[in-house]
């Protein structure tokens, strides 16, 4: 392992354990508030927004790598953030009312929409292994999607769905930016997060404030999962391959699923466990088969 993998993957770690603190929190907002999905999102995006952007404007250093980010990566920057926007909605419209475990489970088949992704837009084909791994996953999805009490098909629909379009910005990033820079990136796509969600709440009518204790909770979990989450992840694009990214992260449903067992008195049952071990068995075969190199002569 090289030291620049090393550094990736340390990145990546860092991206678990700010996401699944990020997923707790909203979840236990969800669970003791009625606060709506793009409530959620707005008032958590937009505190983390205002407690990070003194560090950026308060050097000249920082605000040059923004303004870089801007005129270089812009476009994809918007796109990627347009479609991460429309996938965090959905996500939490269905961690609103899904149990943590099957959520967390079925969010991580980004890794098989990332394949697939390759083999549409970059001429990549599917190995035999990659075949049989999305093969299980489909297993699994359908055991976990049919959690009786647990999750219903219109949530795990929703949840599949943004997968993919958090799928999107993942390819995107890799395909058109050489060297992404990772904060800077999580800062601008704060921003865009808020207008987003503003925009939408205002014209489906949803807008309102929620109580303070409440928006310290959200503010506090987005800074660790939409700033710190997305920075490391977006620095670790640097480093490793989109499929290795998403693989290391498929620790993350696994811890999430025993902290809704142990804390959140999610039921502990077989068809969980078992669906769970597919999906993720099915998404580990997907990311480690192995390449044959060609070698040029």
Known sequence: MTGNEKKGYFFVFLTGVFFAFEVIGFKEVFRRYNVSPEM????GVGFAFLVVTPFFLSSVKRRKKVTLTIKRDGHILLIGTFSNAMGIVLYYYALKQTDLGPAAILIKTTVLYNVILGVVFLGERF??????????????????STLQGQINWISAFCILLSAFLFAIQSYLIKKYIPEILGLEYA?????????????????????FVPPLEVIL?????SLLGYFLGRAFYFEAHNYLPISKLNATLLIEPIFLMFVGILFMKEPFDVQKLS????????LYLIVFHKRKVKIKR
């Open 127 to 144: 190995k035999d292994r990659e075949v049989f791994g999305i093969g299980l996953s489909i297993v699994g999805i359908y055991l976990i």
């Open 187 to 207: 800062y601008l796509r704060l921003l865009l997060l808020c207008v987003f969600f503003f925009l939408y709440a205002k014209s489906i009518g949803t807008f």
């Open 217 to 221: 909770i959200l503010g506090f979990c």
């Open 275 to 282: 669906g769970g071990a597919i999906i993720l068995l099915g």
């Open 40 to 43: 959620a999102a707005l008032f």
